[in-house]
């Protein structure tokens, strides 16, 4: 029979990128006593991971627990960026109800939208938390009619509708159920949570039903699979089965051997967990997100959705410039392999596939975000090797007809600024669908454009509304292909011989384009060292010292200025490099190359193409 268990409440927080949603967390753990007076404590604790912090965006969703007049809160900090929306799909199965933080300025969102019609789907019931209220160009009545409207437009029922309203500001730790009234601490959140989120129901006296939405991956014990106990109850050193909803024919036996469950920001080991309570449980080496674990006497998996496709790809290979070897400390392809498949213990949304061609594979994600915190985690681990230019993964409708993946893009722009967004992106195969203007002389865009039309444009975006636009996307599906498309306009320089760049060498190309080296740099023939302003790639020598003669002295050389080159981040060589070329990746350097390195075998190969 069913029972309701009273002293335990499931929640993740969701919301669009930047809204406030680790900051909160911060809050409630602060609130809840669970440091020490005393006790020096983060910014944004839960984003554990370096990039996390450098880039102030979650990336892996993470768990924690609070108590509050005697009941255990579990609270799931979730990813807020379209490329990781694998994470808050799973992670929302493990839940009875959401927090939807929204910005009391931006209001909502695409990627709100997104979350919110996950949560709607699963008859979650919503708390909605209007954050960033102490900002000067708040705007919370307009914000909460937004919201309403969201609910209305992804057809939320009357009880859905009837959600409470929370007006905060994680920064300064207030809550308060009145926008005029502001408040003094997070108490008004707590207590909507006790009362608004159902209490996790179960049948205490069935067979053990667990559903792992969440691996975890650690070095000393291997996989840890984090989920909800469904029904019954689950021990240590009890024999389950392991069964998949959508794999009929998987079923092993195996033995619980750790039990653990969330206390603050650690885990504690415990014997036996009850219906409600997220755990995590390692001892079970081949464990998969999905699985259920059941009692041998009674075995159900529990449904679960699929998680959704990737629609870019790229491939990653050994490094094989005259360059390799030299920086990076695995580099051999048996590494790069033996990396990316570990990727994939805690990774869903990624896939590796060999090659013909045993040195590279083919990784395919969610788009170049997520691709690209892999790349920068591997450089960082000492990892060298060469990445492709991103591609989308194309597919056949029943038609035989070509599709491709399709973006709604929203932009938010200075007025200035719209006409050469439009431009550039009409350009891109993007189709204008709505224009508005928006509050303080900002036009708000809506395109649908392919998503291969948006690889290498953010960086582009920028520099077009210096700085000042916003453009967020959300996966639409796939649509008909809109036929091909030229990534770039402006050809390359490329180094002609192996050397050291000097002064002399480069002062004659920067008269050519935009340089990309400093003097003093090793270059390899083949090797892209700047951008020309023509279409066409040109090649030249970087390396050349001027001959010495009686009326030509060396010392002349100090008199000739460079421009300071232009240094590339990860993000914005991975955006640059065209599809004949290659990013070699290591963990001092970032550097473009010609995939033929040989230019009369290059040439060749251009003429074969043409």
Do not use: W
Not at 310 to 319: L, Q
Not at 402 to 429: C, H, W
Not at 570 to 589: G, H, N, Y
């Amino acid at each position: 029979m069913k029972t309701k268990r009273e002293d335990v409440r499931n929640v993740a927080i969701i919301a669009h990128v930047d809204h406030g949603k680790t900051t909160l967390v911060d809050e409630l753990l602060k609130q809840s006593g669970v440091f020490r007076e005393n006790q020096e404590v983060a910014e944004r604790v839960m984003d554990s991971n370096d990039i996390e912090r450098e880039r102030g965006i979650t990336i892996l969703s993470k768990n924690t627990a609070i108590t509050y007049k005697n009941t255990k809160i579990n609270i799931i900090d979730t990813p807020g960026h379209a490329d990781f929306g694998g994470e808050v799909e799973r992670v929302l199965k493990m839940v009875n109800g959401v927090i939807l933080v929204v910005d009391a300025f931006e209001g909502a969102m695409p990627q709100t939208k997104f979350v919110l019609r996950k949560a709607l789907e699963l008859n979650l019931p919503v708390i909605v938390c209007v954050n960033k209220i102490d900002r000067p160009e708040a705007r919370c009545a307009e914000v909460v009619d937004e919201v309403l409207e969201l609910f209305i437009d992804l057809e939320a029922d009357e009880s859905q509708l009837d959600c409470p309203f929370v007006f905060a500001s994680a920064r300064t730790g207030t809550a308060s159920m009145d926008m005029d009234t502001p408040g003094t601490d997070m108490i008004p959140l707590f207590d909507t949570i006790l009362d608004y989120i159902p209490a996790p129901e179960g049948d205490p006296e069935a067979g053990t039903q667990v559903l792992i939405s969440t691996i975890d991956y650690n070095e000393y014990v291997g996989r840890i699979g984090v989920g909800k106990v469904d029904n019954g109850s689950i021990k240590v050193n009890q024999d389950v089965v392991v069964v998949n909803h959508h794999e009929p024919d998987k079923m092993r036996k195996v033995k619980v051997s750790k039990l653990y469950e969330f206390d603050g920001l650690n885990r504690v080991e415990v014997k036996e967990a009850g219906i409600g309570s997220i755990v995590a449980i390692s001892g079970i080496s081949d464990i998969h997100i999905g699985d259920t674990l059941c009692s041998p006497e009674d075995v159900r998996p529990i449904p679960f959705q699929k998680i959704s496709e990737p629609t870019i790809a790229m491939h990653f290979m050994v490094n094989d410039s005259p360059l390799a070897g030299t920086e990076g400390k695995y580099v051999t392809s048996r590494h790069l392999r033996d990396r990316l498949f570990r990727e994939l213990n805690t990774d869903v949304s990624l896939r590796v596939e060999e090659t013909e061609n045993t040195d590279s594979y083919k990784v395919s994600g969610r788009g170049e975000l997520h691709l690209s915190v892999l790349i920068e985690n591997m450089r960082r681990e000492g990892f060298e090797f060469a990445v492709s230019k991103a591609e989308v993964l194309y597919k056949t409708d029943e038609n035989g007809k070509k599709t491709e993946p399709m973006e709604l893009a929203y932009i938010d722009v200075p007025d200035e600024f719209s006409g050469a967004v439009i431009q550039k992106l009409s350009a891109r195969k993007g189709e204008l669908q709505s224009m508005g203007t928006g509050s303080g002389g900002y036009t708000r865009l809506t395109f649908s454009i392919p998503s291969r039309g948006l690889i290498g444009y953010r960086g582009e975006f920028m520099t077009d509304t210096k700085g000042n636009g916003i453009l967020n996307t959300i996966f639409d599906g796939y649509g008909p292909y809109k036929g091909d498309l030229s990534y770039r306009s402006n050809g390359s320089l490329i180094a002609f011989e192996s050397g050291e760049a000097v002064t002399y060498g480069l002062f004659g190309a920067q008269e050519r384009g935009t340089l990309f080296i400093a003097p003093g740099e090793k270059v390899y023939a083949g090797m892209v060292i700047g951008e020309t302003g023509k279409a066409e790639d040109i090649e030249i020598n970087v390396c050349k010292t001027k001959h010495l003669t009686n009326t030509r002295s060396s010392s002349a050389d100090e008199a000739l200025k460079l421009t300071p080159p232009k240094v590339l981040s990860l993000e914005q060589a991975l955006d640059f490099i065209d599809t004949d070329e290659l990013l070699e990746v290591t963990p001092e350097s970032l550097r473009i190359r010609k995939k033929i390195l040989d230019p009369t075998l290059r040439k060749r190969a251009s003429f074969k193409k043409d």
